[in-house]
């Protein structure tokens, strides 16, 4: 099924959370208490809920959206164009600004989402993020009601799985088996936190970022048997 997809329908995205505050101090004490009984499983015995709060970017109740890069193909005079782009600032300034494009340009039945783990973390904590800020959500990500083939979604790792639902295979590892470029060459997602809060350092998030959006189109690319994309295939606007 997937090479019956117009590849100019697709949106491929990533998106890259932090927690809420620079530190566990800032939180508010309810959610402080609120945040230990999340994360008490996780925790088990090893970590006070204080200790592990540079994690809460990983839950939308906890963290916040930073940057979202989006990207798309386009076919000009016969060679494909990969066009990346990415929004970031005031988190209610940038998912306004993804809806508009979700919207604007992505609205249609043929058009679909994707992204590496999208259904269990990028789209739903988009959709969580938005409805938090009060923010309607855009058909594409607004699920209620809609039988699961109506869900236009895709998600690259669970294109791997091949039904095999314990499986889980990380963004590098796939990349490096399929012979993509890692798109790992700066930092990782443990890192992102320090790199937001201690080095305010965005421009790096999100070069990152994008080079994630870029690993998710090429993976579609692999997966219909296509050739991958070149460096003057790929531009940033």
């Excluded at 164009?81 to 940038?94: A, C, I, N």
């Excluded at 923010?135 to 607004?142: Q, R, S, Y």
């Excluded at 937001?196 to 965005?202: A, H, S, V």
Aim: with cysteine.
């Amino acid at each position: 099924m997937i090479g019956k997809i117009n590849p100019e329908h697709v949106l491929f995205l990533d998106i890259e959370t932090v927690p809420q505050f620079a530190s566990y101090n800032q939180v508010d004490p309810e959610l402080q208490d609120l945040w230990a009984q999340k994360t008490r499983y996780q925790r088990k015995d090893e970590f006070s809920a204080e200790e592990f709060y540079d994690r809460a970017g990983i839950w939308a109740e906890f963290g916040r959206i930073i940057c979202i890069s989006a990207g798309f193909l386009r076919n000009v005079s016969g060679d494909w164009q990969f066009r990346v782009t990415s929004y970031h600032g005031e988190e209610p300034k940038l998912l306004s600004e993804f809806k508009n494009l979700l919207d604007t340009h992505f609205s249609r039945p043929q058009h679909l989402l994707c992204a590496h783990n999208g259904k269990e973390f990028d789209f739903p904590y988009i959709a969580r993020r938005m409805i938090i800020h009060g923010i309607e959500l855009p058909d594409k990500l607004n699920l209620f009601g809609k039988k699961p083939w109506e869900v236009a979604h895709l998600d690259t790792m669970e294109l791997w799985k091949f039904g095999d639902y314990k499986h889980y295979t990380s963004l590098k590892l796939m990349a490096k088996v399929l012979g993509v470029p890692s798109p790992k060459e700066d930092i990782d997602g443990s890192q992102v936190r320090d790199v937001y809060y201690e080095n305010g350092d965005i421009d790096r998030i999100i070069e990152y970022c994008e080079r994630d959006t870029v690993t998710v189109a090429q993976l579609f690319r692999r997966f219909r048997n296509e050739p991958l994309f070149e460096d003057h295939q790929i531009l940033r606007v």
